[in-house]
């Protein structure tokens, strides 16, 4: 593979030297093409409407664990590009991350993501804390910035168990690379406005993990309800929402027959409400 | 000036040989073998965070004998190897043999170019869907590669251990069973005949019915606990601890 393989095939002295635990930065130093936004692009005009654009995603904690949930719709401008995309990434076993805007680069940071998360814990001999994770991500997110005042801007949302606290904990981003951490719950994607006010009803500190996925499902009814650019639930072509849980048991991808089940509650709830549940005035 | 004198190449190959195996043979021992869920490694160390089995990638694990620092280098250089493969293709496309090709040619081109070679032997073990399609490569010191099957020790007593594996070694065993058979191998290295415990044994597996990363360690409570269940499970063979002589419990 490539000029780093040239010629003998024994392992290059790159790959000998002890160096750093860091993945990306061992590819920045042996192999900078093979990373993500690292090409220069013609200056003026955006590229935005090259990669079709990802939308919404809610998480939320419940006691003892995080859900991370996302519609299936990717755009490109007003056309439908992707119905049945997946935004959620399982990063490593205690943590998952979710994409927001440019899908292409998104994707492929996720991808990396994943593989620093576990490059590291194989040459350490043990995970990077949760917090160590989300701090990893925004320098990953503020070497994007280049691409993203092109037009190309990713905006992940990082969800994981942390084995200190025993709790789930959610982090968003700025294009920037500005990592704040968020507490209960938290949107991000073009239909999170909507969605964020829904969740702000349904939240309650005391739901369960079906509750929760329910809850999260309910406000990704109400994004793709306002936001033309969120799919809500597709009963006639069987698509729903996904979504990852993360407890202290793990990551786990929530059965597609579970999700199901949910979300025709949903649908069905809204034959008769159509604007969802109501929250008590006072 | 005098001029050096002139020493023979085979001469020179066989020194270095030498030299090497006797590096390895101060070590303690490794065993790697097959059981009905995977793949087993089991070696005599007792550090808890030094270790000697690693992962490499999703199927791959990494065991090593001999010097720490040589065979450290080399296990980093797969993980770093490993990683990048996948991260431009698929990681399905990461493979044992891949990894063991590039130790070997690296090895290889240690032995023949430096003073001194590397005073190592370590093995890749790749899991596969069945355990027909199980890899496990042993590379020497010298860069030679042996596709190894069931089971193989390497390390200070190889052929006392490889011995006592072979009168244990069941084809198909469970998990118990096999551990089993490697402690009771290990525990005849250098012919003495010890008694090994959980706190001076690092003992891993490939499990084949495990998502994602197949690389799971065994330590703690979990070892001690199926230490007691290896050694009933040996117990109940005919070839207990207690008559070693009693035969093989397979063919």
Redesign the interface.
Known sequence: ?SE?FGG????PAA??S?GTSS?VD??SA??PD?LPGRSDLPQGGSGAHLTPEATTIVAMTFPGGVILAGDRRATSGNVIANRDMDKLF?TDEFSAMAIAGAAGIGIELA??FQ?EL??YE??E?RPLSLEGKANRLATMIRSNLGLAMQGFVVVPLLVGYDESRSEGRIFSYDPVGGRYEEHRYHSIGSGSVYARGSLKKLYREDLTETDAALAALQALYDAADDDSATGGPDVYRKIYPLIDVVTDEGHRRMAAAEVEELAETVVTGRTERPDGPTAPVR | MSMPFYVSPEQIMKDKADYARKGIARGRSAVVLQYDGGILFVADNMSRTLHKISELYDRVAFAAVGRYNEFENLRLAGVRFADMHGYTYDRSDVTGQMLANAYAQTLGAVFTDSNKPWEVEIVVGEVGETSDTDQIYRITFDGSVVDEHDFLAMGGSAERVTTALRERYVKGAPLAEALDAAVHALAHENGEQRELEAASLEVAVLERSRPHRKFRRIQGDRLVRMLEGARAAGKGSPAGPRSPEGGAGAD
Do not use: D, I, T, Y
């Open positions: 593979m780093a003998s095939g024994r392992l790959f000998m002890p993945f061992f590819l042996v192999s093979r399982r991808k990396l593989v576990e490059h194989k040459r001999g």
